[in-house]
């Protein structure tokens, strides 16, 4: 091999390892954008810890915001990432969070609390069973932490007594991305004993004069 065949070849070399850096440096670049975008078109700001459980205070704690609806029909709580969700190109969902149903589930399981795993897709007429809960709000600027049942209502006057319902296997199979929901749900980690699935079309719950604006940042308080 003569002396310009040599420098032919590094030369070939020292083009494949520039084009490949310089595929690797907009590859990504490209990610970082997107995935940048992406996390800006969610509200949330704050870096802390999404969901806090605290095994002492008996508490779970999630970050979230308050979507652009108004009212709904059955949806309370979600991910956004799931099918119900901001993520599908528009939510059913009154408050989100980007904590998933089964890190709420493994949290209201660690802080102690049983499931009630008594409700599937035909039993549409049964209020859900499980250890009772309770879900508080509070936000930037609020004068104290709100009851959910302060800042939502239903038109009809149905109460909201959650109760953690479990029902991890369908969260995992249906992806709809509930959390809690204002009528039993055989989905949805926690749900309303109050009123039956079978009767949500006849409910209308919606926010109250004391909820903060949509958009805003909210802490969910979960025990």
Known sequence: MNAGSGHDIS????????I????????????????????????????????????????VRLKGWITTRRESHHCGIGWAGGSNGSASGGTKFLFETKVKPEEVFEGLAAIGKKPGNNLSRWKRSTPVQGDPVTIRVDWPGAERQYELSELVQDSKGAELRFRFGGNLKAAKKHKTGCIACFTSCYVAIVSNAKVVLSERKEHDFHFTHLAPPSGAEVELIIQ
Do not use: M
């Not at 030369?11 to 390892?17: A, I, N, P, R, S």
């Not at 595929?23 to 802390?48: D, I, K, M, R």
């Open 11 to 18: 030369l070939c070399k020292g083009t494949y390892w520039s």
């Open 20 to 59: 490949i850096f310089i595929s690797v440096l907009y590859v990504h670049f490209w990610n970082g954008e997107l995935l940048g975008a992406q996390e800006q078109s969610l509200p949330v700001s704050h870096q802390e810890q999404l969901i806090v459980i605290d095994k002492e205070k008996k508490i």
